[in-house]
Antibody, heavy 121, light 108 residues
Framework: QVQLVQSGGEVKKPGASVKVSCKTS????????IVWVRQAPGQGLEWMGW????????KNAQSLQDRLILTTDTSTSTAYMELRSLRSDDTAVYYC??????????????WGQGTLVTVSS | SSELTQDPAVSVALGQTVRITCQGD??????ASWYQQKPGQAPVLVNY???RRPSGIPDRFSGSSSGNTASLTIAGAQAEDEAAYYC???????????FGGGTKLTVL
């Protein structure tokens, strides 16, 4: 079965960077896009960006354009999300998700368990 | 602010039908997807495209769209349907995605 398993929670200081991993299994990694979504405490879902596991092409939300780096390692079927220059309002649970069908950018059928990133001095 | 607008909260009596709506200009062009999220859990896709359900999602969850409004209807709401529901769709400007602010559904 399709599984996405994320790395553990992180505590970072303002200005630092964080890198969250999302290890996938149960399907052909390069056949589907991976997206990243975050949720601040008590708030709604925010789309951060997506990456094609086939080509490595990415698209970031405009609000995160300069700070977000999405990558994949096809040898381990793992996706990575790196966020730089962290601020307190980046405190959130970060989710990776796999699109349900290839090329469908908005239907996220499989989700990781979430990774809490806390930014605090 | 979200470019998709949802009512913050909706309630429904057990066994009754409830409609959760999502409004935005992008919905004139693209279908919405709908997610259910219970506290402390990752979201779950419950409806997408033109009223399609992923495997395992009960058929009481149905989706529809008219003009700039997408709707998720739960027919015969169950206690386990109490959750937050989010819509999303492709942004009209390109390959970006936008989420609605979410609707908290209470089953009375």
């Amino acid at each position: 079965q399709v599984q996405l398993v994320q790395s553990g929670g992180e505590v970072k200081k303002p200005g630092a960077s964080v890198k969250v991993s999302c290890k996938t299994s149960g399907y052909i990694f390069t056949s589907y896009e991976i997206v990243w979504v975050r949720q601040a405490p008590g708030q709604g879902l925010e789309w951060m960006g997506w990456i094609s596991a086939y080509s490595g092409n990415t698209k970031n939300a405009q609000s995160l354009q300069d700070r977000l780096i999405l990558t994949t390692d096809t040898s381990t079927s793992t996706a990575y999300m790196e966020l730089r220059s962290l601020r307190s309002d980046d405190t959130a649970v970060y989710y990776c998700a796999r699109v349900l069908n290839f090329g469908d950018f908005v239907s996220f059928g499989y989700w990781g368990q979430g990774t809490l990133v806390t930014v605090s001095s | 602010s979200s470019e998709l607008t949802q009512d913050p909260a909706v309630s429904v009596a057990l066994g009754q039908t409830v409609r959760i709506t999502c409004q935005g200009d992008s919905l004139r062009t693209y279908y919405a997807s709908w997610y259910q999220q219970k506290p402390g859990q990752a979201p779950v896709l419950v409806n997408y495209d033109k009223n399609r359900r992923p495997s395992g999602i009960p058929d009481r969850f149905s989706g529809s769209s008219s003009g700039n409004t997408a709707s998720l209807t739960i027919a015969g709401a169950q206690a386990e349907d109490e959750a937050a529901y989010y819509c999303n769709t492709r942004h009209s400007s390109g390959n970006h995605v936008v989420f609605g602010g979410g609707t908290k559904l209470t089953v009375l």
